[in-house]
């Protein structure tokens, strides 16, 4: 599983059951990051559009949501190993992320240039080449020496850097085949014409996710850009802002997109210690349709969980809290279907103990019956 801040991996079984319980038969997912909300969705038989600014998230779209039954599985098999043979190759990952910086060690920075600069070789399809960028993706994440983000790396190579790389297969995905963008949202919201439904996961604070993702970035567009700083960042993340990453910008960018949306169904998720304040992203949404809220407590990200520390290793400062509420707010035109989504969430499943685990909670009410169980970890309401 990638390690993506924000990603909606528990969320995923309660938005896909929300969405199945509306009338709709497609979603576009604006702000798609690993596709998880959208591969679910897929699963569930909705044709999805997979959006998102990064080409990573772009290369993910195709790999999960674009590709279906015409993708040749035995000749994606026999390209993977084809690349995974290939002898190792000192190129611009080694030389930037294993020695300017030390994102990975440099025997796997070596076969990640043969491997790139392989695909680059090939003749391909987009679907191919997002399998293969994917799979390129995965195996770097499985073996980099990060707490999750590419800001900083750590100073003792990680244990599971000494891992090889490894090229697998991108899971098949159940369901219908959908399509891929890379746009901004803001500027797709007004043009997404017969859509059913919009699911909306902006980011939530000033970190940006190709800062944060940035060799993932430069893996998948094999730019070999200027670089910056101990992390070796792109160039570009200095000019390819998101509006989302400004406490002055992002909810004005958000009301706006919501008033751009021509779907006639929203479902939106927002974190309570985010720069959006939910309660007053409900209030607008009433504005287009009948509103229900689901509530879900998490344990915070396990940055929160060790602690604030000095570049000595010493705990400075305090952290502030440890868990939080995720928000999901589903807005249309029927009163009963939005009940009937909010009544269908089941409790999201319980994540490993170190990633933390939503904690139940029993309060709250529901317009419509809720099946055993549900009400112990989720508080739904669902206001007209
Ligand atoms: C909270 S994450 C989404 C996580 C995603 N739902 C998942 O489960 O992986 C927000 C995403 O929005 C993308 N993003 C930021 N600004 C954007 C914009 N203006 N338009 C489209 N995508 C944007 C980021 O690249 C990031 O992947």
Known sequence: MIKYLGSKRTLVPVIGAV????????????????????????????????????????????AYIAAGAEVDRSRLRRLLAGLAALPPLDGYVTETFCRASRYLRPENGMRIDAVRAGIDRLDLDPVERGLLLTSLVEAADR??????????????????????????????IAGPSGTVTCADANDLAGALHGAD?????????????LGNYHVWETLVRGDEPEHYGVACKRADCRTRKSAYNSRRGASAALADLLGRLTTPWVVVSLSDEG????????EGLRGRGHVGVLHVDFKRYVG?????????????????????????????????????AIGSAPPPAVPRARTGSPRSRATGTTAASRPAGAASAIRGTARA
């Open 143 to 172: 073996v980099d020496s990060t707490c999750g983000v590419q800001m900083a790396y750590l100073k003792r190579w990680a244990a599971r850097a000494s891992n090889p790389l490894e090229l697998r297969e991108p899971e098949p």
């Open 275 to 282: 720069f959006h304040d939910p309660a007053a992203v409900e």
């Open 19 to 62: 969405a199945s319980a509306l009338p709709v038969r497609s979603a576009v997912d604006l702000f798609a990051g690993t596709t998880r909300v959208g591969q679910e969705l897929r699963r569930r038989g909705l044709a999805v559009v997979s959006n998102d600014v990064t080409a990573f998230s772009e290369a993910f779209g195709q």
């Open 197 to 209: 439904l919009a699911y909306v996961d902006p980011p939530y604070n000033q970190h940006s996710y």
């Open 304 to 340: 929160a969980q060790i602690g604030i520390h000095n570049p000595a290793g010493e705990r400075v400062g305090r952290v502030s809290h440890l868990r939080n509420t995720e928000w999901i707010l589903v807005c249309g035109p029927d009163r009963r279907a939005v009940a009937a």
